[in-house]
């Protein structure tokens, strides 16, 4: 039966296996690497690849147990300390405890970020030239726009410039060097789709979307909060 192998490595792997002295099972690890053959290199490339792929469980790795298993689980002469099936029962016992907990963490992050919006909304709504919709979103016009220029509809596509922030004002996603993007008006979180439609070609607005309008509860794991409420400043450079 074919091996599992990426799923039980973790990006300590790599490190532990370069960075050591005295490797596990008494094998001699430098701490210094050169890479001098197509070989060595082969070999970086595959403990580098391994390190990253793992890189959410490197808590949960003793690298010293898991270099000796590295080590042994290339000499095919030896027996393996654990099988097949009771290798699975492990990695599922710990991935699911990881979830859980991450599913615990996140919970409590989207409560503290729904009181913050909230806050923050009510806030944002008695500003001067601050517009709340029926749905929850507001917006701000920053750059009128000519009022006999087109607006997009539903099943319009756009070409935008826009910079995206969290309120916080850290930046997650943005267009750069004056360059623009296009896609469908309904190919977008709810937020954009409505707000683009009440934008005039060569306006620029700014949108504040609640987190039901945008990622929702979950966010999107590593770039946006659980229950994220987000910022756009929105170009809108053309209709095709």
């Given at each position: 039966m074919k091996k599992v192998v990426l799923p039980l490595i973790s990006a300590v792997a790599f490190s532990a296996?370069?960075?050591?002295?005295?490797?596990?099972?008494?094998?001699?690890?430098?701490?210094?690497?050169?890479?001098?053959?197509?070989?060595?290199?082969?070999?970086?490339?595959i403990g580098r690849d391994i390190a990253r792929s793992m890189q959410?469980?490197?808590?949960?790795?003793?690298?010293?147990?898991?270099?000796a298993a590295i080590i042994e689980g290339l000499d095919t002469t030896k027996a393996e300390k654990i099988d097949e099936a009771t290798a699975r029962q492990i990695q599922m016992a710990v991935f699911t405890r990881l979830r859980e907990e991450a599913d615990a963490k996140a919970k409590v992050e989207a409560e503290n970020n729904a009181l913050t919006n909230l806050q923050f909304f009510a806030t944002n709504a008695a500003r001067e030239g601050v517009v709340t919709t029926e749905s929850g979103l507001q917006y701000e016009i920053l750059i009128a726009g000519d009022e006999n220029s087109p607006k997009p509809k539903a099943d319009s596509r756009v070409e935008v410039r826009y910079v995206g922030t969290l309120i916080d004002g850290k930046v997650f996603d943005e267009t750069k060097d004056d360059a623009t993007v296009k896609f469908g008006v309904n190919q977008v979180i709810p937020g954009w789709t409505e707000?683009?439609?009440?934008?005039?070609?060569?306006?620029?607005?700014?949108?504040?979307?609640p987190p039901a309008l945008a990622y929702g509860e979950r966010g999107i794991p590593g770039v946006i909060p659980p229950s994220s409420a987000l910022i756009f400043e929105v170009e809108l450079v053309g209709i095709e």
């Open positions: 296996l370069v960075g050591c002295n005295q490797g596990a099972a008494g094998v001699a690890v430098k701490k210094d690497i050169s890479l001098t053959s197509e070989r060595d290199s082969f070999s970086y490339v959410m469980f490197a808590s949960e790795v003793n690298q010293n147990v898991l270099v707000g683009l439609q009440l934008m005039n070609v060569g306006s620029k607005f700014k949108f504040f979307i």
